[in-house]
């Protein structure tokens, strides 16, 4: 219980900062992540979780997958006015800003920044409106990209921690010049926060799917 107690002193420290750690924050971070899901769930192969194991691990945390790959756990190591920073076990970090995702760490072509007029998505409903991209490998800055959400009505989903009701918003995306057009899914409940969703954040990547497993306080 010590060691767990230290743990939870460590990501407590480091989940004080204010946007996407440097390299040796990731690295302490990352042993501190290790240990306290290895505590939790010691008998549990890395991508097997039970509801239990992840409500017992004191923090917010969330089942992200990418592309095709495995779902893989993710904790929340930061919250910041609406800008939320969540690491994976392998150190690649994403902030999502209102269920947005608008800056990415770890990949092969990162989403350095993300900008946009409109910050809510339930607010906008068949109008067109803009949005910048910009990415590190290969760089390129502010990619401009029409944007149009359609209400899709309501659903019953069923998440990992049981069914909830939701309301789910089609975003889709375009760039003629590259292109690139896709389309984004954000499931949201009654107080707009985003339970689960889709989305492209590169023309290089495959979509991103998160779905939250315990929501930030």
Wanted: negative net charge; proline residues 4%.
């Amino acid at each position: 219980m010590k060691t767990l107690l230290g743990v939870c002193v460590s990501l407590s420290i480091i989940g004080g900062c204010s946007s996407i750690p440097n390299n040796n924050i990731a690295g302490g971070y990352i042993e501190a992540y290790k240990s306290i899901t290895a505590y939790f769930m010691p008998s549990q192969a890395a991508d097997i979780f039970t509801i239990q194991q992840i409500q017992n691990i004191p923090y917010a945390s969330m089942l992200l997958t990418i592309g095709k790959g495995s779902p893989g756990l993710v904790i929340l190591e930061s919250k910041v006015v609406n800008n939320n920073t969540w690491v994976s076990a392998d150190g690649i970090y994403f902030m999502l800003n209102r269920g947005r995702i608008v800056k990415v760490q770890g990949l092969e072509n990162n989403l350095v920044d993300f900008r946009s007029s409109l910050e809510d998505i339930t607010a906008v409903n068949n109008n067109i409106y803009k949005s910048y991209y910009s990415f590190d490998n290969p760089e390129l800055y502010n990619l401009e990209v029409s944007n149009n959400i359609l209400y899709q009505g309501e659903e019953i989903v069923d998440l990992f921690i049981g069914k909830k009701k939701l309301y789910l918003y089609k975003e889709t995306i375009e760039n003629d010049f590259l292109a690139w057009k896709e389309d984004n899914f954000f499931w949201v409940d009654d107080d707009g926060f985003v339970w689960k969703s889709i989305q492209h954040i590169s023309p290089l990547l495959p979509p991103i799917k998160y779905e939250v497993t315990k929501k930030p306080i």
